[in-house]
């Protein structure tokens, strides 16, 4: 513990927060005697996402929502605790507090979203600005102006 929250220094820098929710957790599970997970326990059986997808214009951000499905039937919200990544970051990315923020145009933005060994993924789409290529040629019929 001494060392992920640089209370003992070391080379791989702060993974993990001293008095975090994430910090306590584990520190709780150390003092239980970090018991392994028994044959009955309930696993993730499902993840589910919202919104799922997304069409965004410049400088929206979107906030994501993130519930597990346990094999006893059980529902949560595990949006603070999910990973997530961006897998085209040049086009969106995803940050604490995990929102999709939207930095490219032009194509299709997936992020997936990892808890209790299940994954899902989000897609926002950001589309290119409006162009007026054209904008004098004649119009004859209806066909034309669009």
Do not use: C
């Not at 060392?3 to 993974?15: A, D, I, N, T, W």
């Not at 950001?126 to 119009?139: G, H, M, N, S, V």
């Amino acid at each position: 513990m001494a060392k992920p929250s640089l209370v003992m220094e070391h080379g791989g820098g702060e993974k993990l927060k001293a008095g975090s929710a994430e910090y306590e957790t584990i520190k709780r599970w150390l003092e239980d005697g970090a018991p392994e997970p028994g044959a009955a326990d309930p696993t993730v059986t499902a993840l589910e996402v919202s919104p799922r997808k997304r069409v965004m214009v410049p400088g929206q951000t979107q906030q994501i929502a993130v519930t597990a499905v346990w094999s006893d039937g059980r529902r949560g919200d595990v949006t603070a605790t999910a990973r997530y990544d961006a897998l085209n970051d040049s086009v969106a990315s995803v940050t604490p507090p995990r929102p999709v923020d939207r930095q490219g145009e032009g194509r299709h933005a997936r992020s997936s979203i990892r808890f209790g060994g299940q994954a899902a993924v989000v897609q926002a789409t950001l589309p290119f600005a409006k162009i007026d290529k054209y904008p004098d040629l004649p119009k004859h019929n209806f066909i034309d102006e669009h």
